[in-house]
């Protein structure tokens, strides 16, 4: 059912290629590859890695919560107590909290890596850019402020955000062959006209592109195995990742109108890019570039799709279709209907 979805959504070219997982934090219930890497390339397959775009913020927002366990941070930081040149900034009174709710005030999809080509100059614009609204006003979606949840671990924890997202997350989880980029064996994202090639390997987020690739809003690349495995992890509580207290907290809704958890969506009904067939309680993240991993706790069960919608452009919105149609299939799928290991087309 769900590899039929997909091998259509190819035939319509809303991507070259598609990998999904579903399943519970027992077993798999359905799974698959199919595709191409890129339109007219070779097959993808088990071992391609895919660029996760924002599926990267809860990963880097599981990092943030392990700290806080840790008490190396607090959830109630402001900014300057980790970031010292916010202190003089209307920033100041941002918290951690706020950053990983998507309500302190920072602005969303903002293409700062048109005016701005190095990192220093980013991240001095976000800075001094002056707030939109106030911190706590309302929902807004940043990856701004994923960007700086980056910066606040790696100065809070005094190391590099890939070595933490190693120790806290893809260690303890088994995620062997996740990480940020670049990476082999990519699935192609974008013909891009401002690198002047198919991207395949390298972030496609320009912002990530400036910043050196790892980055707390995007970057990471990971095969199905990896997403999936993730997924069962989720489903049976979190456990060897966080405390069952931690991560209640962290998938609870903490906003009013759009809800958000710390670094996870809820369901939005209507709204929800996944549809409104998963239960209440669901939360998970999708990626710019055709990815998603979705969480029903109360059936333990996790949702994952992976494809390339931004090859060759990502002018099609095509992909919002599918996504709700692939979870309004996968949510009546029965222990009894497993696929084979993966199928390919």
């Keep these: 059912m769900l590899a039929e979805l997909l091998a259509r959504a ?40 895919w660029d996760l775009a924002s599926v990267t ?20 930081d402001p900014l300057p107590r980790h970031l010292p040149s916010y202190a003089d900034t209307d920033k100041a009174p941002i918290t951690v909290r706020q950053l990983l709710t998507h309500t302190s005030g920072l602005p969303g999809g903002t293409p700062l890596w048109r005016t701005h080509g190095t990192p220093e100059s980013l991240l001095e614009a976000i800075r001094t850019t002056p707030l939109p609204v106030a911190p706590g006003s309302r929902v807004e979606y940043s990856s701004q402020g994923f960007i700086l949840l980056g910066l606040i671990a790696s100065a809070a924890a005094g190391r590099p955000l890939d070595d933490l997202v190693a120790e806290y997350v893809t260690t303890p989880a088994g995620l062997r062959d996740t990480g940020f980029g670049p990476v082999r064996d990519a699935v192609a994202t974008e013909d891009c006209g401002w690198r002047g090639h198919v991207v ?35 489903a049976g509580g979190a456990a060897p990742l966080l405390k069952p207290a931690t991560h ?30 998963l239960e209440p309680d669901s939360y ?13 706790p109360g059936r333990r069960r996790y949702y ?42």
């Design 10 to 49: 190819r035939e319509e070219r809303v991507f070259s290629a598609a990998a999904w997982s579903v399943g519970t934090a027992d077993g798999v219930l359905s799974r698959g590859v199919l595709g191409t890497r890129w339109w007219d390339g070779p097959p993808a397959g088990e071992t391609n890695r």
């Design 200 to 234: 395949t390997g390298q972030v496609h987020d320009e912002n990530a592109v400036v910043l050196g690739g790892i980055c707390g809003h995007a970057g990471l690349f990971a095969p199905l195995a990896d997403v999936e495995r993730l997924g069962r992890v989720l």
């Design 304 to 345: 994952v799709l992976l494809t390339n919608r931004v090859h060759p452009s990502r002018t099609s919105n095509a992909i919002t279709e599918v996504r709700r149609r692939f979870h309004d299939a996968a949510v009546r799928l029965r222990a009894s209907s497993s696929s084979g290991p993966h199928s390919r087309g």
């Design 57 to 76: 913020k809860p990963v880097v927002a599981i990092v943030v919560a392990a700290l806080a366990e840790r008490g190396t941070l607090s959830l109630d």
């Design 284 to 296: 998970g993240h999708t990626g710019y570039t055709g990815t998603s991993l979705w969480v029903e």
């Design 248 to 277: 209640a907290e962290m998938t609870a809704n903490h906003t009013t109108g759009l809800r958000r958890g710390l670094g996870w969506q809820g369901l939005d009904v209507p709204g929800s890019p996944v549809g409104v067939a």
